[in-house]
């Protein structure tokens, strides 16, 4: 083993949502407590490491989450209700301190484009579009499609293969299912899959450089069904969540 993680944070609650913000390199993260009706948000530095707060929470518990993120800040959303998947109101949040920057609950987010976040006010049909200031929530043009590009995300997503289509140096005999998720990055190769050990369905992560094993993590233990993809690359950061609780993110 020579890789460590750079970032090792748990968190107080399931991970539900990360959210990257690519201008700063800062990825949230949405904590859920299911038990307590509890919603908190966590934020960290991809290159420096650092953890700029790990449980935020909003003057509301349970109904919010996270929208979107641009420019240092943090998009959050309310629920219209419990019973439904509406959205209603916005709060802006600073990547780096948590603090409020500013809210409004009439407003509704749309989209995110490289200038900034388009949003419309829920009181008026039909609905009308605005490019927004994200810092300030003030609108500051009618959005116009051919004027806004979409904005660049720099995520990569393994892709599935059958084991036996892996580098032979990679093979790796007791894959439980018929395919393991696998991505090259630079000189290294990440495979991700499942596999049975004492009876219990496991998912595994191992991390290759060439024909060397250099990092292997336990990503969940004793589940009942095989998980979706368990990693992502953003830039040279490999990211994924451990226990559903632990973000770990390794630089490769």
Known sequence: ?????????????????????????????????????????????????????????????????????????LLIHYYQSETGPAHKGLLAVDAFTGKTLWSNYTLGFDHLTANGPVVYDSRLQPRKLFLADIKTGATIRIYEPYLFNDPANNIRVPEQLAPELLPPNLIIHHSYSNWVHYLE?????????????????????????????????????????????????????????????????LSL
């Not at 990055?185 to 219990?200: D, E, M």
Request: proline share 3%; net charge negative.
């Open 1 to 73: 083993m020579t890789l460590l993680p750079h970032i090792s944070q748990q968190f107080p609650g399931i991970i539900w949502r990360m959210e990257i913000d690519a201008l700063t390199e800062t990825l949230f993260v949405e904590i859920r407590d299911n038990d307590e009706k509890k919603v908190c948000f966590g934020s960290a530095g991809l290159q420096n490491g650092k953890i700029y707060f790990d449980s935020l929470t909003t003057p509301e518990r349970w109904l919010t989450g996270i929208e979107t993120a641009y420019d240092g800040v």
């Open 185 to 249: 990055h630079n000189n290294f190769r990440i495979v991700s899959l499942h596999a049975l050990k004492a009876g219990q369905l496991v998912q595994l992560l191992y991390v290759f450089d060439g024909q060397n094993k250099v990092y292997e993590d336990l990503l969940n233990s004793d589940i009942q069904k095989i998980q979706p993809e368990a990693f992502i690359m953003h830039k040279n950061c490999l990211i994924y969540i451990k226990n559903k609780v632990e973000l770990k993110v």
